[in-house]
């Protein structure tokens, strides 16, 4: 089976007047199923950047300085900005239309072997291979899915007991309830940690008040026990 080679894969958003190719790597895939009309949709997290005064000749780094990702299709997009002060932050979601000249989405895809016991999952990371793993997860009613790929950045593994652990993110976690006519607007960021094939923990990140008239962006809402289907992959080669 094939599965996404993170590594060389990249979201590139072209500005008006192509004044700049911002070329950014996948941090993760989204396939989002309405089960009730059976589409699905093809979405892809850019990975995090700083936000920057591109081509200046000096001082290059905006100040104050916040973190900048989103989530693409060709078609439609969500700039996640995330700054010090939670309130500061500024939705972008849209179509691609009139935003950009256009996006492209460049997936490499390689042939991969699923790791289908724990022995196989522990040789394969103390062997040094490269793991992807996909995470498929249901709104409470059942009719919405979400299969989320993504490159494990961490992992934990025991060759002693034949255990091992996944952690790692961020990922796009779906807000089953966004009044959001985007599916890409959608999205918050989140980490994964599984040992098993049908449950996964998340952590999300949300505004988090550390004093009185403090809140900023933290990964601090802790979901246990989300009922999933899990998968891990070894890249051949």
Known sequence: ??????????????????????????EARVEWTDLANGTTQELFLAASCKS??????????????YDFCGVFTET????????A???DDRPDVGPVAGRFERVNVNIVRVEATPLETRQAAVR???AGKVLVAATEIADPDGG????????????????????????????????WEADCEQIAGRFDLAYVAWNAADFADFVIQRPT?????????????????????????????
Not at 3 to 22: E, I, K, L, Q, Y
Not at 52 to 65: D, G, H, I, K
Not at 76 to 83: L, N, P, S
Request: some cysteine; aromatic content about 12%; glycine content about 4%.
């Open 1 to 26: 089976m094939q599965a996404v080679d993170f590594a060389h894969s990249f979201v590139t958003f072209v500005t008006p007047g192509r004044a700049n190719n911002a070329r950014i790597q996948v």
């Open 52 to 65: 920057e005064r591109t081509y200046a000749e000096s001082n290059l780094f905006q100040s104050p300085n």
């Open 76 to 83: 439609e997009y969500a700039i996640i900005r995330r700054h």
């Open 85 to 87: 002060a939670a309130g």
């Open 124 to 126: 394969a990371t103390l």
């Open 144 to 175: 919405l899915r979400c299969r989320l790929e993504y490159p494990v950045k961490t992992m934990n593994a025991n060759d002693i007991d034949w255990i091992y652990q996944v952690d790692t993110g961020p990922i796009p976690f779906p807000n």
């Open 209 to 237: 008040q550390l004093a009185p008239g403090a809140v900023t962006w933290h990964y601090s809402e802790v979901l246990a026990s989300v009922p999933a289907h899990n998968w891990l992959l070894a890249l051949n080669g």
